[in-house]
């Protein structure tokens, strides 16, 4: 499998987020991995589901993460770090937003267009 790239979403999240380091105007990639990287174990196949950690990070990150330019960092950042993955399960990568209960304006992919 090719490495793979995510976000996602969101790709990946273990530690609570200081939510005050992306309430900023600049979104830190370090924060958006940490928030997500219990997400790693449903986007590689490993879990058969998202624990809810992951879910939770995915929430904060939607909750926090307001405006464009942040969104966009965000997607980019999360694109980066999946790329350096080496066993992503590209439908668990789709299927997250809604397997934790919320929708995105684009589905989540290995060539989604962090621009919009």
Do not use: W
Not at 61 to 66: E, G, N, P
Not at 96 to 115: K, T, W, Y
């Amino acid at each position: 499998m090719k490495p793979v790239v995510t976000l996602v979403v969101f790709l990946l999240a273990a530690s609570t987020i200081d939510g005050r380091s992306l309430r900023s105007e600049t979104v830190e990639c370090e924060s958006v991995y940490k928030t997500m990287e219990h997400c790693l174990p449903y986007v590689t196949g490993i879990a058969d589901r998202p624990f809810p950690v992951c879910c939770d990070g995915m929430h904060r990150l939607r909750d926090i993460v307001l405006t464009h330019e942040q969104m966009v960092t965000t997607c980019e950042c999360l694109k980066a770090k999946a790329s350096g993955l080496r066993h992503l399960k590209e439908s668990n990568l789709r299927s997250l937003p809604m397997d934790c209960g919320f929708q995105l304006h684009q589905p989540i992919s290995l060539d989604m267009d962090c621009n919009k």
